[in-house]
């Protein structure tokens, strides 16, 4: 194959049972060409023993951070700036929690904190553990930071049970390894992502907002940035951390995200409008915070209506290829094509919200998408990550050529 030729992988090998799939991924991934150290857990230690994978890799296998022989042949900073990647797989439960939450208080997860290289995990466990919020809570900080996420496969477990928690087969894993490795389907292209709410305010102390939580547009700005894209995000005011390779600029009100976006879009190939834009806002900010005085009535807001940013952006010159989001509580797709038209943008992403477990600040959405030229394509009830990936990789399919440098807007 020598799909991965030159590739330097650290292989981190967490406890499992799936431990000992490990051991033929190391085969593979040298079989494509691959330079593999492998870094063990204690818990792994339980399974297989390190003399197999150090015969497989051709290195002395390394588990203890305190090890002062190991760490004169090849500090831990070292071990982590050599890799070009970092591999976990089986990733235990446990091990997807202490680097979700940062921990280095083993040889592992310090590497994982370490290198700036790709962090990719395959996790692996009992389908009860794998389902727990616990677990994918974890999943989803990960994946929101940037990490690459590779399965589980569903099927029948080594514990007896049936359900997702099986590792994903060492072929499937190194063929996903080198389709990372390779170019990505945005490399070289400018995507602008706008994400969470706009907040308007009302006096000093307070203001209109909505339930926005950003996790869908954090979720394609990840996505973008894996795929190769240089991406601008315009954030709303959320609570996220900001994923990998991803430029992130803050803003507060629609006005301040009207005119972020309009910048950052000067030479951008897409743009991605997945933020939930006040439409209102109150047409005068008390510069004072307004007060209830007794006997007075209740004061009444006027509204004034906010910048149309998508339409913005998609009314330029030279505009970048757009994508909208529709979020209705009903008729969702009558109201996507409707938008679709009057905006004048590429794509539209319909998305129900208001129900339980989809849309606003849940870990799912469903997604349909609808294009100008009758197209339609439902993506289904996923989580926001894996919808995130196939709406970049359907944004890089549909895409215009690159334009001419100094033709862009
Ligand atoms: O018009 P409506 O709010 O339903 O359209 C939603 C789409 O338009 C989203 O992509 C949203 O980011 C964008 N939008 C915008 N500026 C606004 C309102 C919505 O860019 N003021």
């Known amino acids: 194959m020598g799909t991965l030729e030159g590739t330097r992988v ?3 090998v967490s406890g499992g049972i799936a431990a000992y799939k490990a051991a033929d991924l190391v085969r593979r991934l040298r079989d494509a060409g691959a330079e593999v150290r492998v870094v063990m ?3 792994a230690r339980q399974f297989v023993t390190p003399a197999t994978f150090q015969a497989l890799s051709g290195h002395p296998v ?3 951070l305190w090890d002062p022989a ?14 070009e990647i970092v591999l976990v797989a089986p990733a235990s439960a446990n091990t997807l ?6 921990l280095a208080d083993d040889l592992l997860s310090t590497l994982c904190l370490a290198t700036s290289a790709p962090l990719m995990v395959a996790p692996a466990m009992n389908q009860q553990m794998w389902a727990h919020p616990a677990t994918q809570a974890n999943v989803a900080t990960l994946g929101a930071r940037g990490v690459v996420l590779l399965g589980p496969d569903s099927g029948g477990q080594a514990c007896g049970e049936f359900g997702a928690g099986r590792l994903v087969e060492p072929p499937a894993i190194v063929e996903r390894l080198a389709a990372l ?13 706008s994400a969470g709410p706009t907040f308007e305010d009302v006096d000093p102390v307070r203001f209109i907002g909505n339930r926005s939580s950003g996790r869908m547009g954090f979720a394609i700005a990840a996505a973008a940035a894996a795929a190769g894209a240089e991406v601008r995000l315009v954030a709303g005011p959320v609570h996220l951390p900001t994923p990998a390779r991803v430029a992130r600029r803050d803003v507060r009100s629609a006005r301040e995200m009207h005119a972020a976006v ?21 047409a005068v900010a008390a510069p004072d915070k307004i007060k209830k005085t007794d006997g007075a009535p209740a004061p009444t807001l006027l509204l004034e209506r906010t910048e149309d940013i998508l339409a913005a952006v998609a009314a330029l010159p030279a505009r970048p290829f757009c994508v909208g989001f529709a979020a209705e509580t009903g008729d969702v797709e009558a109201y996507a094509r409707g938008k679709l038209q009057r905006k004048r943008v590429d794509l539209v992403c319909a998305n129900r919200v208001g129900a339980p477990g989809e849309g606003f600040d849940a870990d799912d959405n469903a997604l349909l998408v609808l294009g100008p030229d009758g197209f339609r394509l439902d993506l289904g009830r996923a989580p926001k990550a894996v919808l995130a990936t196939r709406l970049v990789e359907l944004i890089a399919q549909r895409l215009p050529a690159p334009r001419a440098a100094g033709a862009r807007a």
């Open 62 to 64: 390394r588990s203890d």
């Open 181 to 193: 490795r390779a170019p990505g389907v945005l490399a070289g292209r400018v995507v602008v992502v």
């Open 97 to 102: 929690a202490r680097l979700a939450h940062g």
């Open 70 to 83: 190991a760490e004169a042949a090849m500090g831990h900073i070292e071990l982590a700036r050599w890799a």
């Open 41 to 43: 857990t204690a818990g």
């Open 10 to 12: 650290l292989l981190g």
């Open 262 to 282: 309009l910048a950052a879009v000067a030479g951008a190939d897409a743009y991605v409008g997945a933020a939930a834009v006040a439409d209102f806002r109150p």
